[in-house]
C-alpha cells in the first residue's frame, strides 16, 4: 500500500493556514529564539511534565497509508486527573491581539496531536491547552478547551480526507518519476575521460544513504576543469533517487546554480518522457517584484492573502516541472502570490532543490520545513572549498559602529 509520511505541523498549516505574510511578526533567529523559550517553560513546568514527546499514528484513507509524527511540546496530567496536551507558541504579535481564536492552526495541531495520544493511550477525553509567550512582554497567556477522543480522531480524519487529493497526485507523481528515471539514459554520446569514474562513486555514495555511517555517507571529490562535473554528479544522483528525496544541489555563486538548471534542461531535451521537477530558490530582494521589497499585507498585494491562495497556485505549478526564477514569478503574477515564498513552498514537492549553501548550513535562514526533522536527502555541493568561508560568516555576528 503506497504511503505518505507528513509531520503534524506540516498537515495542519497546509490545509488550514489563512491570511497575509507579515514580517513584523517574524524576527531574526525566531527559531532559536522560539526553541530556548519553550525548553524555559518546560522547565519550569516541573516534575510530571513531559516535554518533546515524540508521537506517531498511521492511518489508512480510500487506499491510501498515512504515517503523522511530530514531537508534543508537553504532556502532563492535571489535578483532577485529565491529560493535558500543552501546545507552546511565541509571538511578537501585541498582547491585546492574542485571543483564543488567534490562529486556527494553534489548536489543530493540538488536536491532532490529542487524537494520536488519545488513541495510544485509550482515553474517552482529554484536554489541549495553548501557551502563548508574548517575546517583548514576557507576558503567557493560557487557553484550554475539553475534548473526547471520538471528535479528536473525527477532526485528524476529517484532515487526511481533505490531503487526500494531494495525496494521490504525489504518489502518482513518484510513480511516474521513479519509472523515467529508472529508464534515462546518459545525456551525451559518451563519457569524456574521469567522468564515468566520477559519476560511479556519485553513484555508490548516493545509492548508500546511511547504511555505513550514522549521519549518512559523505564523498569528497575533486576533478579539473572541463571534464563535467555537474553532469557527473547530478546524473549519478537522480539514478540513485528511490521513495525519499529530493536532491539538493546547493552553490556559492549564482554561475553555478545556473549550471545545475542547464544539466536539468539537458536531461529535459534528451528524454521527452522525463518526469522531473525541480525548484530554484532565489534571494528574495532578487526575485521579489516591488519596487521596494516590503512584506507587509499593507505594502505588497502578493503578500496580502498569500496564505488564502497559494494552494490554487501549488496545484497549478505542479504542472511545471522547471520552476526556475523566471517559472516562479510568472506563476506568482498569475495567482498573485509572492514567488519567494512559492518557491520555499513548492520545494517541498519537487524532485531537485537547487539553491545556495545557507539553505542547509545557515542556522537561521535553513529550511526548516525540510531540516527540523529527519530525512533521507541527496546534498551535492558545489565548489565545496567556499564553505569554510561562508560558514565562518554564518556563524558569526558583526557590530558596526556606524550603525
Request: aromatic residues 10%; glycine residues 6%.
Amino acid at each position: 500500500m503506497p504511503t505518505i509520511r507528513l509531520s503534524v505541523r506540516e498537515l495542519v498549516e497546509f490545509l488550514l493556514r489563512t491570511g497575509s505574510i507579515d514580517s513584523r511578526f517574524t524576527g531574526f533567529d525566531r527559531a532559536n529564539e522560539g526553541a530556548r523559550i519553550h525548553r524555559r517553560l518546560q522547565k519550569a513546568a516541573g516534575e510530571g511534565y513531559a516535554a518533546e514527546v515524540f508521537l506517531t499514528a498511521e492511518r489508512t484513507m480510500e487506499g491510501i497509508g498515512f504515517t503523522i509524527e511530530g514531537r508534543a511540546d508537553g504532556i502532563f496530567t492535571d489535578e483532577d486527573g485529565t491529560v493535558v496536551i500543552d501546545e507552546i507558541k511565541t509571538t511578537a504579535a501585541p498582547t491585546d491581539a492574542i485571543t483564543e481564536d488567534m490562529n486556527p492552526c494553534h489548536w489543530a495541531q493540538g488536536m491532532v496531536y490529542g487524537a494520536i495520544c488519545a488513541e495510544q493511550r485509550e482515553l474517552e477525553t482529554l484536554d489541549v491547552r495553548l501557551t502563548y509567550y508574548q517575546i517583548d512582554t514576557d507576558e503567557i497567556i493560557r487557553y484550554t478547551r475539553h475534548f473526547s477522543a471520538a471528535e479528536l480522531d473525527a477532526f485528524l480524519n476529517d484532515l487526511l480526507r481533505q490531503y487526500l487529493p494531494w495525496a494521490r497526485r504525489q504518489l502518482d507523481w513518484v510513480e511516474a518519476r521513479n519509472r523515467s528515471l529508472g529508464a534515462l539514459q546518459f545525456p551525451f554520446p559518451a563519457y569524456r575521460p574521469g567522468q564515468r569514474a566520477l559519476a560511479g562513486e556519485v553513484y555508490r555514495a548516493c545509492a548508500a544513504g546511511k547504511a555505513e555511517q550514522k549521519g549518512g555517507t559523505r564523498l569528497f571529490c575533486q576533478a579539473p576543469t572541463g571534464i563535467g562535473k555537474t553532469m557527473s554528479v547530478l546524473f549519478p544522483a537522480l539514478k540513485a533517487v528511490k521513495q525519499g528525496g529530493p536532491v539538493f544541489y546547493l552553490t556559492a555563486r549564482g554561475t553555478t546554480r545556473a549550471a545545475a538548471e542547464n544539466a536539468l534542461a539537458l536531461l529535459r531535451a534528451s528524454d521527452a518522457d522525463l518526469k522531473l521537477r525541480s525548484v530554484t530558490l532565489t534571494a528574495k530582494d532578487k526575485i521579489c517584484m516591488q519596487d521596494r521589497r516590503e512584506c507587509t499585507p499593507e505594502a505588497c498585494p502578493y503578500a496580502k492573502g498569500y496564505y488564502d491562495r497559494v494552494r490554487t497556485a501549488l496545484w497549478d505549478a505542479l504542472d511545471t516541472h522547471a520552476l526556475t526564477a523566471d517559472a516562479l514569478q510568472m506563476l506568482a503574477r498569475r495567482h498573485k502570490v509572492c514567488p519567494f515564498e512559492l518557491g520555499l513552498d513548492l520545494s517541498l514537492w519537487c524532485d531537485v532543490v537547487i539553491g545556495d549553501y545557507n539553505y542547509l548550513f545557515d542556522p537561521v535562514v535553513h529550511l526548516e520545513r525540510f531540516f527540523d526533522t529527519a530525512g533521507d536527502y541527496l546534498f551535492l555541493l558545489d565548489e565545496a572549498h567556499n564553505l569554510p568561508d561562508r560558514a565562518r560568516g554564518m556563524h558569526s555576528a558583526i557590530l558596526a559602529k556606524s550603525a
